[in-house]
């Protein structure tokens, strides 16, 4: 029996070997595909492999079903090899975690890297949510959602959208950051090529590295040509961190691109009631799409942490499947806080969306005379603007703002590359007189570089 654990010990050492090797060897097939821009997964190349293996499998005697589960591991590892690791949820979560523990440390800290909207929840959603809790909504709810959300939602959705939604078409999702990893999960696999438009979310590029997803960048709509072939885009609009909307040629040109391959178009409206401009809804162009909501940003409710997705009833039924096997269900008390702050959506928004504006106006005041060129602003809670200072950096000089002015932004570099950028959240608690120390702490970087 000694001499046989020697042998499997031999053998398995063996093998970690040439797993090395083959790792090594797809790292530099990865690096000549970046090179060329040719795509990470090739399913021609795989059915090549899977043939060969299952010949040589029945040859040796191994059953298909370890042969396949061989050949599935060794695939997704070539797969995790070609596709950039490490990513997080972005720079400004680093800047973010600093500040808190400032914050700790007995040091005001004025917030303009996170997008926390200055106002705070509906009362009729803290009402709604005490009503539940009073009522004993405290226990597991289906993976679906509750009636009163789902009809609250579709309503919702339909009068803001211009188009018809039925309640079993939403679905409740603890945040809409869980609902887009929910729908990658569900319909991509690894390998699987998934566009995005730069400037972007950080946690776009995070979610995709961590699912094993290759990354296509396209830095504006002229550039959706880009995108034939993607299995999904991810499409914000209003978009963080520019604000810019998608018109409605644009989403036309677009939609033309995502049939040819019948991808799926997964639009992120997070900021979709934040807009000074009119907002086209992506679904209503492009059938085979998937709208991801959030009570966040409109409604204040960045910590109850609930969003919703709506689509065709085929995909949420899926959508359902995955909720189950992982969180089970939203809160029922919190489902009842999300109902009730969007059945007062109508009044709720208009107020907001003035408030909007005039944080809007105190920044552009604030930020007067300081080296910044500001773009157009479309929507949501930012500002985007180049920092019009020789070799710009926008980490270093995020650090500096935050040891020296107590003043948290985001960098830009973490938004793809713009090192000579910065986000600003203009619509925070923190603006007055947060945008001025900015304004002075810019000024100062600029006289000492």
Not at 124 to 141: C, F, H, P, Q, V
Not at 277 to 295: D, Q
Not at 385 to 394: L, M, T
Request: hydrophobic share 40%.
């Amino acid at each position: 029996m000694e001499e046989l654990r020697s042998r499997i010990k031999a053998i398995t050492l063996r093998i970690i070997e040439l797993y090395e090797e083959r790792i090594s060897l797809a790292e530099k097939i990865s690096s000549i595909k970046a090179r060329e821009n040719i795509p990470v997964r090739n399913e021609e190349v795989e059915k090549g492999i899977w043939h060969d293996m299952k010949g040589k499998c029945a040859k040796v005697g191994l059953n298909e079903w370890n042969c396949r589960r061989v050949f599935n591991f060794l695939i997704s590892s070539s797969l995790r090899a070609q596709i950039p690791k490490n990513v997080g949820a972005g720079p400004h979560i680093e800047i973010f975690r600093k500040a808190k523990e400032m914050e700790r440390e007995g040091k005001k800290i004025y917030h303009l890297e996170v997008g926390e909207p200055p106002w705070s929840p509906p009362p009729e959603s803290i009402d709604s949510m005490l009503e539940a809790l009073n009522e004993g909504k405290t226990r597991y709810g289906i993976s679906s959602g509750n009636e009163r959300f789902r009809k609250a939602a579709s309503e919702w959705v339909s009068r803001r959208d211009e188009i018809q939604i039925s309640p079993d078409q939403i679905l409740p999702t603890p945040s809409s950051k869980y609902a887009i990893f929910s729908i990658l999960s569900t319909f991509l696999y690894p390998g699987d090529r998934i566009g995005i438009m730069l400037p972007a979310w950080p946690t776009y590029k995070g979610m995709a590295a961590n699912l094993s997803l290759e990354l296509v960048e396209i830095r504006s709509p002229e550039e959706v040509d880009k995108l034939r072939g993607v299995s999904a885009f991810i499409l914000c609009s209003p978009n963080n961190p520019d604000g810019k909307v998608w018109s409605d040629k644009e989403l036309e040109k677009l939609a033309e691109v995502l049939r040819e391959s019948d991808s799926i178009l997964i639009s992120d409206d997070a900021y979709a009631e934040l807009s000074f401009v009119r907002r086209r809804a992506p679904p209503s162009i492009y059938e085979n799409s998937l709208s991801v909501g959030s009570l966040s940003k409109a409604f204040g409710m960045t910590g109850f942490r609930v969003g919703y997705i709506y689509g065709s009833k085929e995909k949420i039924n899926k959508l359902v499947k995955f909720i189950g096997l992982t969180i089970t269900n939203v809160p029922e008390f919190i489902q009842e806080a999300a109902a009730g702050a969007l059945e007062v959506g109508d009044k709720w928004v208009g107020k907001v969306r003035k408030e909007l504006h005039s944080y809007l106006i105190l920044a552009m005041n604030s930020l007067s005379g300081a080296p910044l060129e500001i773009g157009r602003i479309d929507g949501g809670l930012y500002l985007f603007p180049r920092v019009k200072i020789d070799e710009f950096d926008s980490m270093k000089f995020s650090n500096y703002a935050l040891r020296k002015k107590g003043i948290a932004v985001a960098p830009g570099i973490g938004f793809g590359p713009y090192p000579d950028r910065i986000r600003i959240t203009f619509a925070s608690l923190y603006a007055n007189p947060g945008l001025d120390l900015l304004r002075e702490a810019l000024m100062e970087w600029k006289y000492s570089s």
